[in-house]
């Protein structure tokens, strides 16, 4: 389901964790590269699950107000712990390696987001802890967005066709008016879909994954190839 034309695109929402933050790389695999560089040697059999324990372990039980350093520094908590390691220093640094990584590119989508908000209303839809709206207030986002919807406090999460329709309400478009952005083919590409909105994959360099999601679809190595598109 392809893009419409700009003349007629009232609303562009975008994905956070992997999209925003990062071109394409979810925090799965990030984590388990700041993991591996602190000499943590386990394969992905072993630490798949122990980052999603960890990652399900947030959903709903943080406070609306907690920072961005205190969730990644929790979530890497978190993943030490599942993983049989002592947490403190450990967690600190690869929580401050994260973020030293995602703040750049945070910093790049929020000049973005201030390009698109003069043309369209500009929102987010993401599964995360319930303090999405918070996080976004602190890395500068929030200025240029009129919605995010956080799974935590929606009460349901991508893929649902629900989570879409509570975005597009607020920007008051309907689907085939707005564009969807994410990194994720089974819960960005697919619920955009469902929903029947159309949508633009940001697929991470050297990804195995295959695609688009529909044929035609356009698929991006980084936001600024967004950026081209939309403006």
């Not at 910093?107 to 973005?112: T, V, Y």
Request: proline fraction near 6%; glycine fraction near 10%.
């Amino acid at each position: 389901m392809a893009p419409t034309d700009a003349a007629s695109r009232r609303a562009v929402l975008f994905d956070f964790g992997g999209t925003l933050d990062a071109d394409g790389v979810p925090w799965k695999e990030r984590f388990f590269r700041l993991f591996q560089a602190e000499g943590i040697r386990c394969g992905a059999d072993a630490f798949d699950p122990a980052f999603y324990h960890a990652d399900d372990a947030l959903v709903g039980a943080v406070s609306p107000d907690l920072s961005w350093r205190e969730t990644v520094t929790r979530l890497a908590g978190g993943v030490a712990r599942n993983l049989g390691l002592r947490e403190g220093p450990l967690n600190e640094r690869i929580a401050n390696y994260f973020l030293a990584e995602a703040g750049e590119r945070l910093k790049a989508s929020a000049a973005l987001l201030a390009l698109l908000s003069r043309r369209y209303r500009v929102g987010i839809v993401s599964n995360f802890y319930g303090n999405l709206a918070a996080v976004c207030r602190e890395v500068g986002l929030a200025p240029f967005l009129s919605v995010v919807v956080d799974s935590a406090q929606a009460g349901c999460a991508k893929p649902d066709p629900r989570i879409f329709r509570i975005a597009l309400e607020a920007v008051g478009a309907p689907p085939a008016q707005a564009v969807f952005v994410g990194d994720s083919m089974r819960r960005d590409m697919a619920g955009a879909r469902r929903v029947g909105m159309p949508h633009i994959w940001l697929r991470a360099r050297g990804s195995s994954e295959e695609g688009p999601c529909c044929p035609g679809d356009p698929v991006v190595g980084t936001l600024e190839e967004v950026r081209g598109m939309l403006l």
